[in-house]
């Protein structure tokens, strides 16, 4: 059945990509900045407002996922493109209180349809393996925050229309490739209409990864949220924090062609490259229990970055695996939703722990908390492949 499907091409796929996620890299990292410095909110208004935006990205990716399995994939992708062009476009002229944050919501609702579905693409491209979309994807989405940011630096001394008016025109570049390129790549109407009467049946693996991929995503946002605060209670400034993100980007530009390169045998050991990356993770807040100089901290973010670049792309590898023909992009969209979920709660629950505890105690919370849930994907694969030894 796959072969009648007709395929995106793949540097369509890539381009298309790049090009929303640095669009959405054009806007995400100045949420807070811009509402406490500029509207004047305070910052926990600002987290709720990240909070929704993440949220309502989470209902983007199933309500997109659903689409794109039993409606048509096209119409889907075009659907969140233009949800998130229309936001962003008013934002050009309504970046004031409320409009920000109403906008904001409504972008982040379109960019969860727009990433599950050009994940749901990418499960139909059988002109190469589905672990060397993957790889080559994640690497595009860390070199599409790379551009935003840079973007950003730029642009903001000119005003924020600038850089909501290049967010804009970004995802309306995107917004013509899709109609040209991706409209009619769409299922045969029979596999779809076959695919409304079936059940999403997760398997314990399935199950277990997802899980894991949300506490790693809890934990993960401290880096982006209480760290700085960490950082700068050790007497290290905010260009030090700056540059932590530097040697992130450094590390995945550098070694994601490198684990691309040796994609076939990372495929055929898949699962040991998920525990270790996710262990490397868990890893990266040890090291933060012992960090009194800064170089400490530069070997944090390099081990988490390693197991970042190891582990996350090959969740959706995994779960691909998983995943019935006709419910690929459920399967993607629920990926996508867990990462959000996490990222949505993240920063709460990093507040929480150290208003109660303390740093060090969020920091050994995240070891144990990864390690445990490594343990317990493990665990359930162990399980997962004791019925098929007993058939052998």
């Not at 709720?48 to 990716?61: P, Q």
């Not at 096209?74 to 493109?81: A, P, Y």
């Not at 000119?158 to 917004?175: D, H, Q």
């Not at 849930?373 to 058939?391: G, M």
């Amino acid at each position: 059945m796959r072969a009648n499907v007709p395929q995106l091409k793949l540097r369509w796929l890539f381009l298309g990509y790049l090009i929303t996620n640095t669009g959405a890299s054009f806007i995400w990292p100045l949420t807070t900045i811009y509402m406490h410095e500029y509207l004047g909110e305070s910052l926990t208004t600002a987290g709720v407002v990240l909070f929704f935006n993440s949220l309502f990205m989470v209902i983007g990716s199933a309500v997109g996922g659903k689409l794109f399995d039993t409606w048509r994939e096209d119409v889907t992708i075009l659907l969140g493109i233009a949800l998130t062009t229309g936001a962003t476009g008013l934002l050009v002229f309504l970046h004031g209180w409320p409009a920000f944050p109403i906008l904001l919501v409504i972008s982040g609702f379109g960019s969860g349809m727009v990433v599950t579905a050009i994940n749901g693409f990418a499960t139909r491209i059988t002109t190469r393996r589905a672990s060397f979309i993957f790889n080559v994807m994640y690497f595009i989405s860390n070199l599409g925050l790379v551009f935003g940011t840079l973007g950003v630096g730029f642009l903001l001394p000119l005003g924020i229309s600038y850089v909501f008016a290049t967010a804009f025109f970004m995802y309306l570049l995107f917004l013509i490739i899709a109609w040209f390129e991706y409209r009619g790549k769409n299922r045969p109407h029979k596999a779809r209409a076959a695919q409304a009467k079936e059940r999403i049946h997760l398997k314990l693996p399935v199950i277990t990864v997802l899980l894991t991929l949300v506490l790693v995503w809890v934990f993960y946002e401290q880096w982006q949220s209480n760290i700085s605060a960490f950082m700068l209670s050790r007497g290290l400034k905010i260009r030090d924090y700056s540059f932590l993100w530097t040697v992130n980007a450094i590390l995945i530009v550098t070694f994601q062609p490198l684990l691309t390169a040796f994609d076939e045998w990372l495929t055929k050991h898949l699962r040991g490259r998920l525990y270790f990356g996710f262990a490397l993770l868990a890893s990266s807040f040890l090291i933060l229990l012992v960090a009194k100089q800064y170089y400490f901290f530069i070997i944090a973010m390099a081990v988490l970055t390693l197991g970042e670049i190891i582990a996350l792309p090959a969740v959706s590898t995994f779960v691909d695996q998983f995943a019935p023909e006709s419910q690929k992009g459920r399967y993607q969209g629920m990926v996508q939703s867990c990462a959000s979920a996490g990222r949505a709660i993240g920063p709460l629950i990093g507040a929480l722990l150290i208003d109660s505890f303390s740093y060090h105690w969020l920091f050994i919370a995240a070891t144990v908390v990864i390690l445990m849930s490594t343990a317990a994907f493990a665990f359930s694969n162990l399980l997962a492949r004791k019925p098929q030894d007993a058939k052998d």
